[in-house]
Every structure is written in structure tokens, then in C-alpha cells.
């Protein structure tokens, strides 16, 4: 955890971040340092709260309460007060806390979009998020309790719990007190001024953390269905015809053009292809081998573009207000705003949810196929060779269509949803961070639909034999017969598939 030897610091400057580099932290813990120019506009930044502070303007957040509350004014004594008890009442958070990942990548956001200089914080409370994401202090944040405006609310206090030095946190992967954690990594806690907490709270960056890792794993499994699909048409003895660029250059969508490529690399060099070129009855295979590049073609576009969508969140100034200071030496200006409402990515997350269920949808009629003595090219009755007396993988296309239902159920939007809070003044609200939690459950799923997939398609391929796949199919089959076994007779199907999705998840494909 203390090592980055990963890759040099990344630096963190307000810019956007690819997702590529916000895994690379949460995920690969990969450290972060802020630059000098960033902490330089940060301090400047400050200076803008600390001159309203000194003649006695009243600014939201500053010194007012919030929401609905906003009309009252608070005492200078009682602005630190006003922050600390801003950030114990918003922790509202319930339900399972977000994995250590979720929680790096929300510090490593939050201390991004700060650096931005729009915030007025202090450049030690910046420092501080980075300085718990450099030495793995992991804040508990409970994953339900965000309407995703003003932005993500309970998940954010409950990490700024961790900086005052209360809440829990995970530090060396044990769960203890947030100040013990902090100390244990020698840390301190910091008494929030004047705007800070504010800062802390309003923004998108649970939404933005849970999405932008759901996201990369969609994406990889995005081309691990060109391969399950492959194997699946290796194991169906269909045809790679439909994979002709030709066909896909007088149709160029970018994702099903790259699909198409792919799905004939996968399959190139096949003694199964060529051992049925000649006297095929088959015209045509059925859609779901078919139209491969056109289904997971356009779930990569949508992936690409919401990954766009985060990316461009990933260096927004998403508080509220923000401070503006013009590089002509014009008198600062504080502008309240909406940045933190979560609509652009409660969309986005629809729109993937959607894609991804279609693509699980898909792969489910390719299990089908495999395991139906009707339909699957002569291989035995749910993949089993003595079906009757053996049930086969016959439950196991039962659990993807399970898991397939769960994928359309939460399909739903979120995004057309909205509930006014706060006393009716924030009446308008994204459910951003509904959204991120059920695409994250629908990638989970999809990624053990297509774990069964791969598992049928394998045994299917045995049956082929001594005829032999594409090169890429036979090495995918060999990864999985190291770890799950030919059936020969019954046996539990459970870790088998838990087997597959562990290779998938460790990018062995």
C-alpha cells in the first residue's frame, strides 16, 4: 500500500483524468502529489474567502447556513462550528460501504476538482486527501443515501468525517475509527474553516468514482464478448462471413467496425471453419452469432461516450459557490451556481445500463443455443454426454437468465426520477448515484453471463475434437480447462463459473 512503484505520481492539477489514471490509483495505488501552480491558485483561492470573512459580506456557505436554510446568517464565531456540523448531519449514508477502490478514487476526485482553484479551501485540507490516498487511509462511506444534487451529498460527509478525525476508516485493511486510522498513518485531523466543508460535500465525485471503474471493467468486457461469442460460433461450427469488412465499411459505425475486426482475428486460421466450408446446408447464422459486431459494436460507442462524460466530470469544479478571479487583477467574483447536479452522468449512466443489459441479453441466446439439443449443431444435450442421468449446464443457462432479469430490472432509469429535499428548495435532483449503483450490479452480472458463456462454449469446443479452434479460442479454452475441468457427469457449477470470472477479472484474456 505505501509503495507506488506502480508508476511515478501522477499529478494533480484540476485537469480532467482518463480513466486509465483514475484506476491507476484506486485500484493499483498508484500515488498522487499536487502541482505547485495548482496549490499556488488554491492559496489564492483562499485569500477570496478570507477578505469576504474580514469585511462582512454575507456569501452562501460562507457564512449562512444551507439549502432552505440559507437565509440565515451565522456568526463569525460560529463558522467552524457551521462546518463541522455541516459535515455530521449530511452523514447519512446507509448500506454496504463502497470498496476500498471506490473510496481512493473518490479522494483522488475530490482532491482534483479542489485544485481547480474555484473552491476557497485551504491548500492543507487538498494536501490532506491526498496525503490519506498516498498512505491508504480508506474512509467507510456507506453507498446509499445520495440524490446525486447538490451532489453526493452523505457519501462525501462521510468521508469528511475522516478529515475532521471522526467517522471509521480502513487503514492496512483493518476497519477502525477514522482518528485511529489517521493516526496509525501518521496523520492529523484538520478543523474545517469557513467554506470548507461545503467544499467537501457539494459535488458529483461518489457518482464519478463508483461510475468511472464501472465503466473500464464494462469496457473490458466489452471485447471479452467478441471472444466469448467466438467461441461460442467455434463450438456452433457457424461462420465468420458475417465478420467481412466489407460489410461493416458500408454500415461505419467505429464500434462495429472494431468488433468486426476483432471477431475475425479471434477466429483466423480455424481447422472447425474450414471442415464445414463446403456442403454447409446453414445460409446464415442466427442473430445472436450474426450480428455480433453490430450488438457489441454499439455497446462499445456507448461505453466510449460515457466514458467521455466522466472524464470531462473528473476535472469540473462541481461546489457551490465558486470563485472566479480574473488574471487582469479585477476584483474577485463568488457566483452560486449548479455544477453539483449529477444530470450529464445519471443520463450517461442510463444510457450504458441499457447497452450493457442488451449485450448480457445477447450473450445469454448464445448459452441457449450452446445447451438446446434443437439447436446446437449435434452437441449433446446441455453440453453433458449422458444427459438424462446428467442435468449438464442446464441450470447454469437458468442462472444467466436469472442474472439477465436482474440486468433488465435495473435497466430502468433512475435519471427520469426526482424527489425535491431540502424544504422544496432543491427540487430538482439527478439520482446520479442510483444510477452508478445498478450499472455497477449490471456489469457484475454481465460479467458471469459471459463467464457461462465461456465455460458452455469450452465444453462445447471439446466436443469438436480432434478438430481444432482458432489459435486465440484454443488458448482462451486451454486458460479455462486449467481451472474448471471437462464435465463428464454432474457436478457443482457454482465455482466453475466463479472460476471463470476470476480469469476474466484478472485480464487473463
Known amino acids: 500500500m505505501h509503495s507506488s512503484s506502480i508508476a511515478a505520481p501522477i499529478q494533480i492539477d484540476g485537469r480532467p483524468l482518463t480513466l486509465a489514471e483514475i484506476e491507476s490509483v484506486s485500484a493499483h495505488q498508484r500515488h498522487a502529489v499536487i502541482t505547485p501552480e495548482a496549490l499556488t491558485r488554491v492559496a489564492q483561492s483562499r485569500q477570496v474567502i478570507e477578505q469576504i470573512l474580514e469585511t462582512g459580506q ?8 444551507f439549502g432552505k436554510l440559507a437565509d440565515v446568517n451565522i456568526p463569525a464565531d460560529r463558522l467552524a462550528q457551521l462546518q463541522t456540523n455541516l459535515v455530521r448531519s449530511h452523514a447519512c449514508g446507509l448500506g454496504d460501504p463502497l470498496s476500498d477502490s471506490e473510496s481512493r478514487a473518490m479522494l483522488l476526485l475530490r482532491a482534483n476538482v479542489l485544485a481547480k482553484g474555484h ?11 491526498i496525503a490519506m490516498l498516498n498512505n491508504g487511509v480508506h474512509p467507510i462511506i456507506p453507498a446509499k443515501g445520495s440524490v446525486g444534487a447538490s451532489g453526493d451529498l452523505a457519501p462525501l460527509a462521510h468521508l469528511a468525517l475522516v478529515v475532521i478525525g471522526e467517522g471509521e476508516a480502513v487503514y492496512q485493511g483493518q476497519r477502525q475509527p477514522g482518528p485511529e486510522a489517521l493516526a496509525a498513518a501518521g496523520l492529523s485531523p484538520l478543523q474545517l474553516a469557513a467554506k470548507e466543508g461545503l467544499a467537501l460535500l457539494n459535488g458529483t465525485q461518489a457518482m464519478t468514482a463508483v461510475g468511472a471503474l464501472t465503466i473500464n471493467h464494462a469496457r473490458r468486457l466489452a471485447h471479452i464478448a467478441d471472444l466469448a461469442g467466438a467461441m461460442s460460433l467455434e463450438a456452433l461450427m457457424g461462420t465468420p462471413v458475417a465478420f467481412d469488412p466489407r460489410i461493416h465499411q458500408a454500415r461505419p459505425h467505429p464500434g462495429q467496425i472494431a468488433s468486426a475486426a476483432n471477431l475475425s482475428a479471434i477466429l483466423a486460421d480455424s481447422e472447425i471453419r474450414q471442415s464445414h466450408i463446403a456442403n454447409d446446408p446453414r445460409v446464415q447464422d442466427a442473430y445472436c452469432l450474426r450480428c455480433m459486431p453490430q450488438v457489441h459494436g454499439a455497446v462499445r460507442g456507448v461505453l466510449d461516450h460515457v466514458a467521455q462524460i466522466l472524464e470531462t466530470e473528473s476535472g469540473s469544479a462541481t461546489d457551490n459557490p465558486l470563485i472566479f478571479q480574473s488574471e487582469q487583477g479585477t476584483e474577485a467574483q ?29 450473450s445469454e441466446r448464445r448459452i441457449d443455443r450452446l445447451i438446446n439439443p434443437d439447436i446446437n449443431e449435434g452437441l449433446p444435450a446441455f453440453l453433458c454426454a449422458d444427459a438424462g442421468l446428467s442435468s449438464g449446464y442446464m441450470i447454469a443457462h437458468v442462472t444467466a437468465a436469472a442474472l439477465l432479469n436482474e440486468c433488465k430490472v435495473l435497466a430502468h432509469p433512475s ?16 439520482m446520479g448515484m442510483t444510477g452508478a449503483l445498478k450499472l455497477r450490479q449490471i456489469t457484475s452480472n454481465l460479467e458471469h453471463i459471459l463467464a457461462i458463456e465461456m465455460m458452455c462454449a469450452t465444453q462445447g469446443l471439446d466436443y469438436r475434437l480432434p478438430l481444432k479452434p482458432s489459435k486465440t479460442v484454443a488458448e482462451a479454452h486451454a486458460q479455462i480447462r486449467a481451472v474448471v475441468p471437462h ?23
Open 58 to 65: 454575507t456569501v452562501y456557505g460562507v457564512n449562512t447556513g
Open 415 to 430: 435519471s427520469t426520477d426526482s424527489v425535491p429535499t431540502s424544504g422544496g428548495k432543491e427540487d430538482h435532483v439527478s
Open 487 to 509: 464435465l463428464d457427469e454432474d457436478r457443482i457449477p457454482a465455482p466453475d463459473i466463479e472460476a471463470v470470472a476470476a480469469l476474466i477479472r484478472s485480464g487473463a484474456f
Open 334 to 362: 463568488v457566483l452560486s451556481g449548479g455544477n453539483f447536479h449529477g444530470a450529464p452522468l445519471s443520463y450517461a449512466f442510463d444510457y450504458a445500463a441499457i447497452a450493457l443489459t442488451d449485450l448480457a441479453s445477447i
Open 119 to 129: 473552491s476557497g479551501v485551504r491548500p492543507e485540507l487538498v494536501q490532506l486527501l
